[in-house]
């Protein structure tokens, strides 16, 4: 998946950039570990290939003199001013039900981490080792946070393709009460002829963008959907607002916001 990487420290974090070369490497990735003078600016311009840094905040994606990481606690004034009636995923998800959620599109664990705060279990997949091990980081750091602990105990990481996860969960009769897919490239409607070419993407996105996807294929998530459903009662798809329906699937229901929309699934005899 991902043959080898630069992972950058200063002498000072050495021991931590040790540690995460260790779990990369029980996950496939050879991380080769430089020492450098100072991790800054003019170092990350002068370095610009896909690469790792380790310093004081933790574990970093680097490329292009960007970096970035799941940074969790900058969600904090998000978390604290949402609310079941606020925030339209909870009405999606009917988190006041304080469901078992999977979450088969990690991301950077953002939606996760509301999801959680608003009271679910959540299962937290994703396949690919070098952002698994980001969000490994972030859910450390936000359970040592004494406003960010409670919801990161509510989150379990699980390092795991999500098509085979999912079929794992039908094959062992374990169902969910919801599956949320936010797929990390969504198909845009090539038909929609109003809509003005996208802003440039934001940085952080820019930088999973060079790490994924694998191959160059874009994984549209189509295929998740189906395996969704033959475990929950209620699949949820994030989408841009005008993106074409999953699968090509038309849902039960939609909430409609001015950037995005949910879609919902509803499978009200589901056996397993």
Known sequence: MVSGMRLYSEAEFEPQARQFAAALASRGVQVQLEAVEKLNARFFRLNPELALSADADGLWLCAGGMKMRPDWKAEAGRLKRASLKSEMIARACNLAEKPQLIDATAGLGHDSLLMAHLGAQVTLLERHPVL??????????????????????????????????????????????????????????????????????????????????????????????????????????????????LAGQAPQHQWQGDACRFDAYFQHDLML
């Open 132 to 245: 698994f091990t980001l969000l490994e980081d972030a859910h450390r750091q936000a359970m040592q946070d004494p406003f960010l602990s409670a919801a990161a105990s509510r989150i379990q990481l699980v390092f795991s393709d999500s098509a085979d996860y999912l079929r794992q969960r039908a094959a062992q009769h374990q169902a969910a009460d919801v599956v949320y897919l936010d797929p990390m490239f969504p198909q845009r409607d090539q038909h929609q002829q109003a809509v003005k070419k996208q802003a440039q993407v934001k940085k952080q996105m820019q930088l999973l963008h060079l790490l994924l996807p694998e191959h160059g294929e874009m994984d549209l998530g189509d295929n998740l959907l189906a395996l969704a459903q033959a475990i929950a009662k209620r699949v949820v798809v994030k989408r841009p607002r005008l993106a074409v329906f």
